[in-house]
């Protein structure tokens, strides 16, 4: 059981510290982007004279796509911080009223957990809460590692995106 406890645990601190490189790394990305466009647009007359304007609104296009799975992105991580601070505080919790005596029984705790989330959270978790009861100590740092490997794969998209939009731009440069 100590294994499954190290390893979940493993899996969090590497998971945290994948979340928090995406997260400035796409913020980054996005932001630099988003401030070319503007300059772009903001100068569409005089850039027009230079760049097809069909090839600036495809770029927009991908974009605007890139930016989307940019929102995915950083909701996925999100939740993913959200999901290690709650664990991490509920360890110090758990730690502090068993130091004090109390008895938590986990039966109440899961379902209170269950009953505060709406559809479809309450039906993503609950295998995630059997799990746990079963003794699988290392679910919750499993999948936040699936969340952070899945936040890794949008922002590689995000980026290609990115990419393929700047060279939409270039190829649209009228020589």
Same mark, same amino acid.
């Given at each position: 059981? !100590?294994?499954?406890?190290?390893?979940?645990?493993?899996?969090?601190?590497?998971?945290?510290?994948?979340?928090?490189?995406?997260?400035?790394?796409?913020?980054? *990305?996005?932001?630099?982007?988003?401030?070319?466009?503007?300059?772009?647009?903001?100068?569409?007359?005089? $850039?027009?004279?230079?760049?097809?304007?069909?090839?600036?609104?495809?770029?927009?296009?991908?974009?605007?796509?890139?930016?989307?799975?940019?929102?995915? !992105?950083? *909701?996925?991580?999100?939740? *993913?911080?959200?999901?290690?601070?709650?664990?991490?505080?509920?360890?110090?919790?758990?730690?502090?009223?068993?130091?004090?005596?109390?008895?938590?029984?986990?039966?109440?705790?899961?379902?209170?957990?269950?009953?505060?989330?709406?559809?479809?959270?309450?039906?993503?978790?609950?295998? !995630?809460?059997?799990?746990?009861?079963?003794?699988?100590?290392? +679910?919750?740092?499993?999948?936040?590692?699936?969340?952070?490997?899945?936040?890794?794969?949008?922002?590689?998209?995000?980026?290609? *995106?990115? +990419?393929?939009?700047? +060279? $939409?731009? +270039?190829?649209?440069?009228?020589?």
């Amino acid at each position: 059981m !100590q294994s499954k406890i190290f390893a979940g645990k493993l899996l969090t601190v590497a998971s945290k510290n994948i979340g928090e490189s995406l997260s400035s790394y796409a913020g980054w *990305l996005l932001a630099g982007f988003a401030a070319a466009l503007t300059l772009i647009l903001a100068n569409i007359k005089t $850039v027009s004279e230079y760049i097809d304007t069909a090839n600036i609104k495809y770029s927009i296009y991908l974009f605007l796509v890139a930016l989307f799975i940019g929102v995915l !992105q950083r *909701l996925l991580l999100t939740i *993913l911080s959200s999901s290690i601070k709650s664990g991490e505080e509920g360890e110090r919790i758990g730690e502090t009223e068993g130091n004090n005596g109390a008895t938590i029984d986990l039966e109440i705790v899961f379902q209170e957990m269950l009953d505060a989330a709406y559809w479809p959270v309450n039906k993503l978790i609950s295998p !995630q809460l059997e799990k746990i009861k079963n003794g699988d100590f290392a +679910v919750a740092g499993r999948m936040q590692y699936k969340m952070a490997i899945i936040g890794s794969f949008l922002t590689l998209i995000m980026a290609l *995106l990115a +990419v393929t939009s700047i +060279v $939409v731009l +270039v190829a649209g440069i009228n020589a």
